[in-house]
Nanobody, 123 residues
Framework: QVQLVDSGGGLVQAGGSLRLSCAASGRTFSDYGMGWFRQAPGKEREFVAAISRGGGLKSYADSVKGRFTTTRDNAKNSVYLQMNSLKPEDTAVYYC????????????????WGQGTQVTVSS
């Protein structure tokens, strides 16, 4: 079992930045590929970013490329999502997730999920 706790969400103006954090506990953190997903009201959950077990591989949704960066610190059992140049369409609940895959963009391949943190971007 892996327990994930998301934090760092909030209200920000368009063009601003936020940094989300996800703290993991339980099994060995470095055994898991980590991902970020988001769900806006009335929409399906969508992939945002993923990072491999060692941090050397990363993948991003086209909608966030060049604006968002994910990193991880295996010594601190944590993964981060730095979000810059935020847009109103980035408004959503953001979730971190853990997968037994090295890296994955598919939500079905993630077994463990955080509780989510709300990000609201005002125009």
């Amino acid at each position: 079992q892996v327990q994930l706790v998301d934090s760092g969400g909030g209200l920000v103006q368009a063009g601003g930045s936020l940094r989300l954090s996800c703290a993991a506990s339980g099994r060995t953190f470095s055994d898991y590929g980590m991902g970020w997903f988001r769900q806006a009201p009335g929409k399906e959950r969508e992939f945002v970013a993923a990072i491999s077990r060692g941090g050397g591989l990363k993948s991003y949704a086209d909608s966030v490329k060049g604006r968002f960066t994910t990193t991880r610190d295996n010594a601190k059992n944590s993964v981060y999502l730095q979000m810059n140049s935020l847009k109103p369409e980035d408004t959503a609940v953001y979730y971190c997730a853990a997968s037994s895959r090295v890296i994955s963009t598919l939500s079905d391949e993630y077994s463990y999920w955080g509780q989510g943190t709300q990000v609201t971007v005002s125009s």
